[in-house]
């Protein structure tokens, strides 16, 4: 079972930064596609609620929306098993829950949510004005 927990949420003021981390038990990370979703408080068990911010495959390839693009990054680190979102000039907008997915794939990025086998938590990302 793979397990997907993360951490470095919190709140930060607007224009501010944070780096998110998913840490995932499983043997290789390049195995699978992850993604970045993001959601309001109390909607996590719809998963269309849930909002792509950013995937990547196990290839390396990134896709970002468009509410991220130029402020967030995407990326893995395969040595330590650990997914990251950099995210900077952060908006109060950016408020949400974060959440971390994963599903097997090596190519291909996929971009919803019903398409990820496995889920993380999540991790409260407030920003203040």
């Known amino acids: 079972q793979v397990q997907l927990v993360e951490s470095g949420g919190g709140l930060v003021q607007a224009g501010g930064s944070l780096r998110l981390s998913c840490a995932a038990s499983v043997p290789t990370l390049s195995s699978y596609s992850m993604g970045w979703f993001r959601h309001a408080p109390g909607k996590e068990r719809e998963l269309k609620e849930r909002e792509l911010v950013a995937a990547i495959s196990g290839s390396g390839r990134t896709y970002y929306a468009a509410a991220a693009e130029g402020r967030f990054t995407i990326s893995t680190d395969t040595t330590k098993n650990v997914l990251y979102l950099h995210m900077n000039a952060l908006k109060a907008e950016d408020t949400a829950v974060y959440s971390c997915?994963?599903?097997?794939?090596?190519?291909?990025?996929?971009?919803?949510?019903?398409?990820?086998?496995?889920w993380g938590q999540g991790t409260q990302v407030t920003v203040s004005t």
């Open positions: 997915a994963a599903r097997e794939g090596y190519i291909a990025r996929y971009t919803r949510a019903e398409e990820y086998k496995y």
